[in-house]
């Protein structure tokens, strides 16, 4: 070992220190995030949207294993769409009130990449069974397909949330001490960020 370059040791080194993760929020941003009523309705909004969701994919399920129960699983769908529509625009509302930017902002960027591919997929069930399109086996397999995005879309958003707990608690344990994390404020979070 000690015959190796000297030049070869500081990479190696290098390559094991992590820099920090840049945090979800600014103080500023976390500041508006605690203060705006579009986090509540976030907050409301995220877990009834779940909620029906797993109604919706039980009665999904029913129609495609026994054939029964069309019209209560295509109400359900829609039921889900126009949640899903209202939780996207007041998204839009919330991140930019918190981050002046209506969507893409680069702290929930590959979330909104998701929200809209799952947007896309329940709008085009929604189009295929106005306009007639395929059957309606077919259109409950584009809501199948959405559901499966938007199961995925549900695990990036509940990840982001316990990063925001964390860094919640950090700052807490923080302030505690005596010290100002110069990139933490407020309390710990619960879901959209909102305060617990």
């Known amino acids: 070992m000690s015959n190796l370059p000297v030049s070869l040791t500081p990479p190696v080194a290098a390559g094991r220190s992590k820099s920090p993760r840049k945090p979800l929020y600014t103080p500023e941003q976390r500041a508006r995030r605690d203060a705006t009523p579009w986090t509540m309705v976030q907050a409301i909004l995220a877990p009834l949207q779940f909620l029906v969701f797993l109604i919706s994919l039980g009665l999904v399920g029913y129609y495609l294993t026994t054939g029964k129960g069309y019209e209560a699983a295509t109400i359900s769908i829609l039921l889900k769409t126009f949640l899903l529509y209202t ?21 929930f960027f590959w979330e909104d990449v998701f929200s809209m591919l799952v947007l896309a997929l329940q709008t085009l069930y929604v189009v295929a069974l106005f306009k007639g399109w395929w059957t309606p086996e077919q259109q409950i397999y584009i809501a199948v397909a959405a559901y499966g995005t938007y199961v995925i879309n549900a695990i990036q958003f509940l990840w982001k949330l316990r990063v925001a707990r964390l860094e919640g608690k950090k700052n807490d344990e923080s302030s505690q001490n005596g010290q100002l994390s110069p990139s933490l404020t407020t309390s710990g979070t619960n879901w959209a960020g909102q305060r617990s």
């Open 87 to 107: 939780i996207m625009i007041t998204g839009s509302i919330w991140e930019k009130v918190v981050f002046d930017e209506w969507l893409f902002v680069e702290a």
